[in-house]
C-alpha cells in the first residue's frame, strides 16, 4: 500500500515562504516574510507559507500577512504539521492525512529566516539534500559569511583590509583578556561569531566593562570576536545572481559615537540610511566592484548585502556579507534594488528565476 498521497500537480510555480524560526532573529523574520508574501505574484506562483516555531516546528497554515507580521500566524485551525525530509524522491513537504501522508512538491523555497538556524546555512543544506531549490545562498557560502571570525579570515587571506580583531570562545579564561586586546585600539566592539541584527553586540570606550560585554556576546553562540573600531562611514552594496551580477545602489550609514545595535536598525528611532551613499562616482564604483569580488571569492549566489567601511582617506575595508538581509518594504535591500530600477515583486521574480537555474546546474551522476 502506498503511504504517500501526492497532491495533485499545479500549473504554477509551488512556492514555500519559510519564516521565523529557532532564532532570536524571529521578529525580523516574520517581518520580512510578511513583506515578501505581500509582494508574491498569486497569478505567477502558488504560494505556501510554511511558519517554524521558537521549538523549530514546521507547520504549513493559512495566516494572513498581518497575522504573521504580529505573531499571530500559529492556530490550531489553520495549521497543520509538516516535515521537509531529506529525500529527493518526495521534494517537498510531507504532512499527515486519515488517507495517508500528503506530499506536496515543492518548486522553489524561500528562507525568510534571519540567523541562527536559518541564516547558517542549516536550511540550506536540508533543502539541498531534498533537491528543492533555494532562493539564496548555499549551504557553504551561508555558513561562512555567518561566521565573522572565519569570513574575516578568508577575505584578509584574498588580500582585503579587515579590522583587526581577537576571537575568545566560551569556557576560555576570562582573565586573559587583557592581555588579548591589548595590541588593539579603543573603540572596540564584542559581538558573537554567528549572529545577526547585532544582537548581543557593545561598544566599549575603555577596557571597563570587557569582561560583561564578551558574557554578553556569548549568550548568544559559542564563540564572541572582539574587534577593533574603523574609522569611518559603513557602505552597504546590495547584489543579486550567480554568474551575471546587478548591483543595486549603494546606501551608507554613519552612526558616528552610537552603537548600531538592534534598537538603533529595528526600533522607533532607528539610525538614518542614507540612499544614495553620499560618495564620488569613482569611489561608488569602487565600491561595487570590491563587493561584487568578495560576493565571489564567499561562493555567493542568488542575493548577498556587502558590507564594507569607507575611512576618511578613501580605503575599503571589510566588514562582512549579509546573505539573507531584511525583506521588509523599508529594509535596505529591496531600497537599494529599487533604486536601481528593480521593484521589490521584480526582485522576488530575479531570485526565483536565479534558484531554479543554479538547481539546473547541478551535477548529475
Known amino acids: 500500500m502506498n503511504r504517500y498521497v501526492e497532491t495533485p500537480a499545479a500549473e504554477k510555480l509551488t512556492v514555500a515562504v519559510l519564516f521565523g524560526g529557532r532564532s532570536p532573529e524571529y521578529t525580523v523574520s516574520l517581518q520580512s516574510a510578511a513583506a515578501v508574501l505581500r509582494r508574491l505574484d498569486p497569478d505567477r506562483y502558488r504560494i505556501l507559507p510554511v511558519g517554524i516555531d521558537r521549538a523549530g516546528g514546521w507547520y504549513r497554515c493559512t495566516a494572513s500577512p498581518e497575522e504573521i507580521e504580529r505573531d499571530g500566524w500559529f492556530r490550531k485551525e489553520s495549521c497543520q504539521s509538516v516535515e521537509l525530509p531529506p529525500d529527493r524522491g518526495v521534494h517537498g513537504l510531507v504532512e499527515p492525512t486519515p488517507d495517508g501522508l500528503r506530499i506536496t512538491r515543492l518548486d522553489v523555497v524561500i528562507p525568510v529566516l534571519h540567523g541562527a538556524n536559518g541564516e547558517d546555512g542549516s536550511v540550506q543544506g536540508l533543502l539541498q539534500l531534498a533537491g528543492v531549490p533555494c532562493v539564496g545562498c548555499g549551504m557553504t557560502a551561508s555558513a561562512v559569511c555567518m561566521d565573522k571570525d572565519i569570513a574575516h579570515r578568508l577575505a584578509r587571506s584574498a588580500g582585503f583590509s579587515v579590522p583587526e580583531w581577537v576571537l575568545f570562545s566560551r569556557g576560555d579564561d576570562p582573565g586573559r583578556l587583557p592581555g588579548l586586546t591589548e595590541r588593539l585600539a579603543y573603540p572596540l566592539f564584542v559581538k558573537p561569531a554567528a549572529a545577526g541584527s547585532s544582537l548581543g553586540m557593545t561598544r566599549l570606550e575603555d577596557p571597563r566593562g570587557l569582561e560583561d560585554a564578551v558574557a554578553l556576546a556569548l549568550r548568544y553562540g559559542p564563540r564572541a570576536i572582539i574587534e577593533q573600531g574603523v574609522a569611518g562611514r559603513e557602505v552597504g552594496c546590495a547584489i543579486i545572481g550567480n554568474h551575471h551580477l546587478l548591483a ?8 558616528g559615537s552610537r552603537l548600531l545595535d538592534y534598537q538603533w536598525k529595528y526600533g522607533p528611532d532607528a ?30 549566489s542568488g542575493l548577498a548585502r556587502v558590507d564594507q567601511f569607507l575611512t576618511p582617506e578613501g580605503a575599503l575595508v571589510f566588514n562582512e556579507i549579509n546573505t539573507l538581509p531584511g525583506l521588509t518594504s523599508h529594509s535596505r535591500f529591496p531600497r537599494m534594488m529599487a533604486a536601481a ?18 538547481e539546473e546546474e547541478e551535477w548529475q551522476p
Open 271 to 300: 539610525i538614518e540610511v542614507r540612499l544614495p551613499a553620499r560618495v564620488p562616482p569613482d569611489t561608488a564604483v569602487r565600491i561595487k566592484q570590491t563587493a561584487a569580488r568578495l560576493y565571489r571569492l564567499f561562493g555567493c
Open 248 to 255: 543595486g545602489e549603494i546606501d551608507e550609514m554613519d552612526p
Open 341 to 358: 530600477g528593480c521593484s521589490f515583486e521584480e526582485l522576488l521574480d530575479r531570485l526565483i528565476a536565479l534558484a531554479l537555474d543554479k
